[in-house]
């Protein structure tokens, strides 16, 4: 008898070995804002799902949610208990998940992986030695500028402004104005409109390069105290004032700088290329543009501001951190790497998001793509945010006392001194 159970419950444990090997291992919830990974008919990620999908039996549920509204529902995911698996953010949002520790870092033997693939800029994105993001490619602003545009006032299309002083002096060559004396075209486009924390992305490329900078110092987590209230500070974003009412060659009233310029309403302007590059073909195939490094200071030197959107990371509060992050590992082959940015924007005339595997950049589109080499070399000038758990806060104060100040609702100085106290009094918090 009690062999005859003995062989019963042998059998059983086989049988739920072989049920269990029979059933998909489990399911990842991702949620994201970027339109092409998500599951519809025609989205390019669907391949990525589909064969990761075939060769392990897992599963995986994408999640839509628009870029204005995905950080919030995180946040409400989190503190109700429904967040997903993985999340694909801004980069720029990951402090204020590290605030509560929300973020699982890389396993290490996942982080040496990622730093072995990874182009020599990424590096940057490590936190206290650790790896939290899988970046989907590369945000770098840069100069845009329209050569067409040039050649017509006069100016070399193939010698952008390198220093404030030139920068302003093509733009008000560039500048054409009505008959009532109002700016018709401008020679930049100001960003101005939209979530403070957005204008300011726009414009660090001069708060930077003047040296001044949100957060001192800018590694730490917590802690630190703004660096924007000096001399540096004043003077990054007084440019804009000057532009708007000595110059007169930007304006307000006038719709998003990328939409002014693929428009020809803005002759240049400071974003990230991929973010219009495909449009200037579709809506405007007659334009000859091109990509140069940030004016500089006159003191100073080019930067860019380093991001990454979107970026994959695995949340801590997972219960599937083990299948998310072999999801995580799925996504660094090469064939995976290379696929991404080849089929992103298909529908755009494939101008994807830049990739992130530093191997990637050899294949023939983007070694011989202008607009790719063109990204490429900005990366020598890449700096990325601080990493202040407040740092959203930060862009938040500092982004509404610019706006008012180049409303002239107050001073410069008077912007800088508030924007200092309140985000000193945001930094002391723990």
Known sequence: MRKEFMIGVIVSILMVFFVCSAVPAGTIELWTDEASMDRGVERSWNWIYSEYERKTGEKVKVVYVPYDELEKKLMAGFAAGTAPDIMAIDRSWLPSFLKNELVEPFPSDLQKKWESIALPVFKKFKIKGKVYTLPYGIDLYGLNYNKNMFREVGLDPNDPPETWKEFRACAKKLTKYGTDGKVTRMGFGIRYLGHPGGVVHKHLWAIWSAGASLVEPPDVLRGGKAGFNNEAGFAAVDLMVKMLYEDRST??????????????????????????????????????????????????????????????????????KVLAFKFIEYLMRPEIQLYIPLTTNIDKLGFGYPPFSKSIWTHGWFASNPYYIKTLELTKYARIYPVNVHLAEVFEIFGSYMVKAWHKEISVKEALAKAEKEVNAVLAEE
């Open 251 to 320: 304006a307000f009233g006038f719709p998003d700088p990328r939409q002014a310029f693929v428009e020809k309403l803005g002759a240049m302007f400071i974003c990230c290329p991929r973010c219009t590059t495909w449009r200037y073909f579709k809506e405007a195939p007659d334009m000859d543009y091109g990509i140069a490094p940030n004016p500089r200071a006159e003191r100073g030197e080019h930067v860019t501001n380093l991001n990454a959107h979107p970026t994959l990371c695995v949340t801590s509060t997972s219960d599937k």
